[in-house]
Nanobody, 125 residues
Framework: QVQLAESGGGLVQAGASLTLSCVAS????????VGWWRQSPTKAREFVAG???????TYDRSVRGRFTMSRDRARNTYRLQMNGLKPEDTAVYYC???????????????????WGQGTQVTVAS
């Protein structure tokens, strides 16, 4: 059974940094992509960043240059380093698995199979 657990959220001031972690358990293939999405009360869930099974990453334009996704395969952990946080980054952040996804699939919600419970990020102005 696949389970995802996000952590690392919190309340920070604008301009600060946070690192989110997503620990994935129960994955039976090395060909899983993982993506980070976020949802605020006034918006639908939106794509933030994703990494395919080969380790190639893609980012939404709103975070490109500020956020960096990485993975530690030995620990089944995916991280999202977030720098230069802005109030508009405030949301619940979710990670999800994207089986056998190519780069272009990572930004499509219907490509995802499992989701974590989310971690809240709040950026104060």
């Amino acid at each position: 059974q696949v389970q995802l657990a996000e952590s690392g959220g919190g309340l920070v001031q604008a301009g600060a940094s946070l690192t989110l972690s997503c620990v994935a358990s129960g994955l039976t293939s090395n060909n899983n992509g993982v993506g980070w999405w976020r949802q605020s009360p006034t918006k639908a869930r939106e794509f933030v960043a994703g990494m395919n099974g080969s380790g190639s990453a893609t980012y939404d334009r709103s975070v490109r240059g500020r956020f960096t996704m990485s993975r530690d395969r030995a620990r089944n952990t995916y991280r999202l380093q977030m720098n230069g946080l802005k109030p508009e980054d405030t949301a619940v952040y979710y990670c999800g698995t994207c089986p056998r996804c190519i780069i272009s699939s990572l930004s499509r919600a219907q490509s995802y199979e499992h989701w974590g419970q989310g971690t809240q990020v709040t950026v104060a102005s």
